[in-house]
């Protein structure tokens, strides 16, 4: 079995603490392999055979992390360059450190600023200053996790199903069983209540099937928006079309809500109704005067029989979106393009 390479690990700081008695750098290296991580510090060669500059350059270039201890004397040694007892080396390293950073457009992600315990983020090298550090011993499981490649804590990106989708909400069988015959408006001339807009069928028992198949798909109130109704007045007003269709992007939007899928297609199915009543545009106008009160109208079902209108108040249902407009603005991207088969390709 192919065993995974573990990362090295050069660990730079000063001398000064390790002559005031900073036992911990050594411990720390000690844990570290330990724990898996190919660590190296001084301290563990007496004489590297090509030199202590060599072995430092070759140290902090080709190890996989470098930490940098962050101490008041590192600080001061690399930064302020003062003269500190055994400093030069340090300030060697940070020198070293730094050239590296900047020669590789300050993308960093090798070099990690390491604090002591009771050590002060003022202490953090200016050019590391940017970058997460830890301070030990509160952050070694961080530390231990990001040097072991595990750092990034987002979940794995899922993959959705892609489904393209076909929308029944306009069913098109039970439509032409139910024989839609025109159109009937209920409105309050003082505008006190809400408008009702009803599809006049032949057939009720498709009728009810229709609007029972609606209201199971989109509920008694529309609020998502998820069905249209345009009416379409001629040029000559002559009379109006009136089409009733599903919305497909917030169609869309609820099945990818509900299947936890992404649509890339949605197929749907409209109905048109071309009406001629000689009342029928003082009616579209009025019910576009309401609408715009109301902002929603409701929509029920009723059936012509014997020359009178039966209503279904039952299977009535709340609509927010209807829209009103002439012939001659529809264009080919238009949701109305139904209304228009010659803009059809």
């Avoid at 992390?65 to 400093?87: P, Q, R």
């Avoid at 550090?133 to 072991?148: F, G, T, V």
């Avoid at 909400?169 to 069983?177: E, F, G, K, Q, R």
């Amino acid at each position: 079995m192919k065993q995974e390479k573990s990362p090295t690990v050069f660990i730079s700081y000063s001398w000064v603490e390790r002559e005031f008695g900073c036992k911990w750098v050594e411990n720390l290296a000690n844990k570290l392999r330990a724990d898996g991580i190919d660590a190296d510090i001084d301290m563990y060669h007496d004489s590297p055979a090509e030199g202590w500059t060599t072995w430092m350059i070759n140290k902090i270039k080709h190890s996989d992390f470098v930490l940098v201890v962050c101490t008041e004397s590192y600080y001061d040694t690399v930064n302020s360059g003062k003269e500190i007892y055994s400093g030069f080396g340090r300030r060697f390293e940070g020198k070293i450190i730094q050239k590296e950073i900047y020669d590789n457009g300050c993308i960093n992600e090798r070099f990690i600023p390491i604090l002591p315990p009771n050590g002060s983020y003022n202490h953090i090298l200016d050019v590391l200053r940017d970058y997460t550090s830890y301070k030990l011993e509160d952050d070694y499981d961080r530390l231990l996790r990001r040097l072991k490649g595990g750092d990034n804590k987002m979940p794995p990106l899922g993959k959705k199903e892609v489904r393209t989708v076909f929308t029944t909400l306009i069913d098109p069988v039970l439509w032409a069983d139910a024989n839609w015959l025109g159109m009937s408006f209920i409105m309050d001339k003082q505008f006190a209540e809400m408008p009702i807009v009803r599809f006049v069928f032949d057939n009720a028992i498709a009728a009810e099937r229709i609007f029972k198949h609606i209201i199971d798909n989109i509920g008694k109130d529309d609020a998502k928006e998820q069905l249209g109704i345009s009416f379409v007045t001629k040029d000559d007003n002559s009379g109006y079309y009136t089409h009733i269709y599903p919305i497909p992007q917030n169609v869309i939007s609820k099945i990818e809500k509900r299947d936890n899928i992404f649509v890339d297609k949605c197929f749907t199915i409209s109905r048109v109704r071309e009406i001629t009543p000689q009342d029928g545009i003082y009616n579209v106008t009025f019910l576009e005067k309401a609408y715009k009160i109301f902002n929603a109208c409701y929509v029920e079902p009723a059936v012509l029989i014997n020359g009178e209108i039966q209503t279904a108040p039952t299977l009535r249902f709340i609509c927010r979106n209807l829209k009103f407009k002439k012939y001659s603005e529809i264009t080919s991207d238009d949701v109305d393009v139904a209304v228009r088969p010659d803009l059809i390709l």
